[in-house]
């Protein structure tokens, strides 16, 4: 199993370009997840999904959008990049969510000038 | 919603020594403490993992720690090793409401060989 994928690693953007990172799990997880981290900052959840077509917000997400239309896949949208989103974005995944262990991705770092 | 503090923010060791890192959490619903281990340029991983109905839990050279009353959970390991060097994150996830974990600000281990 390849586990949790994410893509591009690297990626600088003007203010006020759009992206997708994307995200994919081939361990067919229901829970998926995408934080970001800030240097000192841990991780803080922008968006999760239970299963395909449910997603929710989680405690940072202005300026981001997911969708979910397959088990395997969970983008995340950046609308209208600014400074503020550079960051280093981790997507996630778990079988269940509560007591369960979470896996992920090597990270996507962008820069946003 | 819950509240996890971490500290220290940072923490210098020999190679041989003991390390020990600490999290408090404020909700008293939340009952899995997992924790994550960094590496540099990778997404976290589970290294080792608590429930509120365990005191402590040992794995070779790591340990964790809890106690549900002052709701405070730690990381113990001994006989450091430089491939100790890295991020560590504690989370509290609540058994109930959104069953998301909450993450502490990390701690960043250094052991000096």
């Known amino acids: 199993n390849a586990g949790v994928t994410q893509t591009p690693k690297f990626r600088i953007l003007k203010i006020g370009q759009s992206m997708t990172l994307q995200c994919a799990q081939d361990?067919?997880?229901?829970?998926m997840y995408w934080y970001r981290q800030d240097p000192g900052m841990g991780l803080k959840l922008i968006y999760y999904?239970?299963?395909?077509?449910?997603?929710d917000k989680g405690e940072v997400p202005n300026g981001y959008n997911v969708s979910r239309s397959t088990t395997e896949d969970f983008p995340l949208r950046l609308e209208l990049a600014a400074p503020s989103q550079t960051s280093v974005y981790f997507c996630?995944?778990?079988?269940?969510?509560?007591?369960?262990?979470?896996?992920f991705g090597p990270g996507t770092r962008l820069t946003v000038t | 919603g819950e509240n996890v503090e971490q500290h220290p923010s940072t923490l210098s060791v020999q190679e041989g020594d003991s390390a020990v890192i600490k999290c408090t959490y404020s909700?008293?619903?939340?009952?899995?403490f997992p924790w994550y281990k960094q590496e540099l340029g990778k997404g976290p991983q589970l290294i080792i993992d608590?429930?509120?109905?365990?005191g402590e839990k040992k794995d070779q050279r790591i340990a964790v720690t809890l106690n549900k009353t002052a709701k405070h959970f730690s990381l113990h390991i001994t006989e450091t090793q430089p491939e100790d060097s890295a991020v560590y994150f504690c989370?509290?996830?609540?058994?109930?409401?959104?069953?998301?974990?909450?993450f502490g600000r990390g701690t960043s281990l250094i052991v000096h060989p």
């Open positions: 996630a995944s778990s079988y269940e969510t509560g007591a369960y262990e979470q896996y």
């Open positions: 361990m067919n997880h229901n829970y």
């Open positions: 999904s239970v299963g395909a077509g449910i997603t």
């Open positions: 909700d008293s619903a939340s009952n899995y």
């Open positions: 608590i429930r509120s109905n365990v």
């Open positions: 989370a509290a996830t609540p058994l109930g409401g959104s069953y998301i974990p909450t």
